[in-house]
T-cell receptor, first 111, second 114 residues
Framework: GESVGLHLPTLSVQEGDNSIINCAYS??????FIWYKQESGKGPQFIID?????DKRQGQRVTVLLNKTVKHLSLQIAATQPGDSAVYFC??????????FGPGTRLSVLP | KAGVTQTPRYLIKTRGQQVTLSCSPI?????VSWYQQTPGQGLQFLFE???????NKGNFPGRFSGRQFSNSRSEMNVSTLELGDSALYLC?????????????FGPGTRLTVL
């Protein structure tokens, strides 16, 4: 499959452990954020979103935390599975503007 | 509900040629955005269309253009191709153009310029 990013930061976790992927966003005025997962050869897949008036949002096995004070977003994946291996991107949006994507983090799940 | 579809999936062109890529959004979605993805630059925004009008445009040369049809389908065109245009071109659709709209991506078109 295509190489999404040749020199992305990589997070390696053991299968069954929890994963925490971090993202520093750029615009303190951004008011909407999305986490995406991209597997080799595929387009980014929507995981979870959060609005700026929230600090935390939970989905199935995933939790997104937003810290506006330090412009930081994190994605927590519980009980990481081999199928979670992918590149993860955060995206930020300001009203009337387009989404801006972070550089991505490669998650590698070890058996 | 069918997802975002993009055609063709793969293209090989030579420098100087032009190319047209197509995107069909999720049924009912009226906003379509295009992105270029490369290993070096990551995901970069090209433009967004809503109701056949371009709403936002990224920092790309005029060789990159797009349009949207009344059925929300969109095309992007790249003229006078350069080697650096080799990339994965991604289309994403949203229900509308507001801020709190989930954006869903298609599988992309892999363009190789020789």
């Amino acid at each position: 499959g295509e190489s999404v990013g040749l020199h992305l930061p990589t997070l390696s976790v053991q299968e069954g452990d929890n994963s925490i992927i971090n993202c520093a966003y750029s615009n303190s005025a951004s008011d909407y954020f999305i986490w995406y997962k991209q597997e080799s050869g595929k387009g980014p897949q929507f995981i979870i979103d959060i609005r700026s008036n929230m600090d935390k949002r939970q989905g199935q096995r995933v939790t997104v935390l937003l810290n506006k004070t330090v412009k930081h977003l994190s994605l927590q994946i519980a009980a990481t599975q081999p199928g979670d291996s992918a590149v993860y991107f955060c995206a930020e949006k300001l009203y009337g503007q387009n989404f801006v994507f972070g550089p991505g983090t490669r998650l590698s799940v070890l058996p | 509900k069918a997802g975002v579809t993009q055609t063709p999936r793969y293209l090989i062109k030579t420098r100087g040629q032009q190319v047209t890529l197509s995107c069909s959004p999720i049924s009912g979605h009226r906003s379509v955005s295009w992105y270029q993805q490369t290993p070096g630059q990551g995901l970069q925004f090209l433009f967004e269309y809503f109701s056949e009008t371009q709403r936002n445009k990224g920092n790309f040369p005029g060789r990159f253009s797009g349009r949207q049809f009344s059925n929300s389908r969109s095309e992007m065109n790249v003229s006078t191709l350069e080697l650096g245009d080799s990339a994965l071109y991604l289309c994403a659709s949203s229900p509308s153009a507001g801020t709190y709209n989930e954006q869903f991506f298609g599988p992309g078109t892999r363009l190789t310029v020789l």
